[in-house]
């Protein structure tokens, strides 16, 4: 019997595999959320040391207490939550620490999430569409390249590239709107 | 803008000395030659297309806009160095004036991608052809003068030069596209 990769196995399943102790799932899990757990740190104007304080202890309460979630399609979401306020409580004791510190006065977080949702929510669609379809909408948004850069790397005529992008990002807007649904090939 | 006769307002708006070089102008021709493309798309709501074509004219409204304030700061820096040329601590101007090309070829592979959108856009549309057309047009006329600019600013330009070379290549698929796009 083959056991599926922990890196290909949705949050749901990903969850229950950490339930069980299986260490190569929960270093998936931390290696899938690390990002998001350091954008919500960075939101609140954590950086260096004290956005790695806010990793260590949201990771740590998180393997404590995942027996406490009750829906495992939530846990994004709970990562999220554990985060924020593992994020506050490090401002407000730097506050009480250095009542003039900067940090507290320009850190903005609810739209800065609200993006880093938006972008996780993108990135996870993302991840959904066929690679064919990942390669191409990464090389034009994220890379910069041109039509003719991208045809002559994926070896088609350049005059259908910009046809292809807007194919995909049809599939990536089914995919974001109905996270359930498998992507057309 | 148009209606309240903003465009004038917003050529004058600069002080004497204080307008854009010929590439980032190119720049700015090539993001609002963008903008017409998006705005072409989106008035085509049935086709199939449009909201790609839409998502795509933006992105490269924003990559020239990007491009034009780089441009600028290059060619501020090549100004200078003429400026002081000659003087004991200016600015080289060689270096200077080789350093603008990137980003010029940069605005010409730009203008490239924009009139194949245009073209996808024009073959697609029939309300907004002609701008999609016009736009087509203006982005292969925007890359022939980028071509201009790459070769008047390499200082030792030799006909294999590969930047002279990459120029003269943009032109052609710019041409290539422009043919492309259907008649009014």
Known sequence: MTTTPASALPDVDLVVRCRERDSAAWHELVERFSRYVYAIARAYGLYGPDAEDVFQDTFRRVYERLGDLRREEAVRAWIGQVAHRVSLDSVRRRRRESPSDELVETAQPDEALTRIELAMDVHAALARLPEPCREVLDRFFTRDESYHTISEELGLPPGTIASRISRCLDRLRESWEDPGTRPRP | ?184
């Open chain 2, 1 to 184: 803008v148009l209606q309240a006769g903003g465009i004038r307002q917003a050529l004058e708006s600069t002080g004497p000395g204080e307008q854009p070089g010929a590439g980032a102008v190119t720049a700015l021709l090539l993001a609002q030659v963008a903008a017409v493309v998006e705005m072409a798309a989106m008035a085509e709501p049935d086709w199939s297309g449009s909201t790609g074509a839409v998502a795509q004219a933006w992105l490269l409204r924003e990559r020239s806009l990007e491009l034009a304030e780089r441009n600028q700061a290059r060619y501020a820096a090549a100004l200078a160095a003429l400026a002081g040329a000659g003087a004991p601590e200016a600015p080289a101007l060689e270096p200077a004036l080789a350093d603008s090309i990137g980003p010029l070829l940069a605005i010409g592979e730009t203008g490239v991608d924009v009139a194949l959108l245009a073209a996808e856009v024009a073959a697609a549309t029939s309300r907004t052809r002609a701008d999609a057309i016009a736009a087509c047009h203006l982005a292969a006329g925007a890359t022939r003068a980028i071509r201009v600019l790459v070769e008047s600013n390499l200082v030792v330009a030799t006909p294999e030069d590969a930047r002279a070379e990459r120029a003269a290549t943009l032109v052609r698929r710019a041409a290539d596209a422009a043919a492309s796009c259907p008649e009014p």
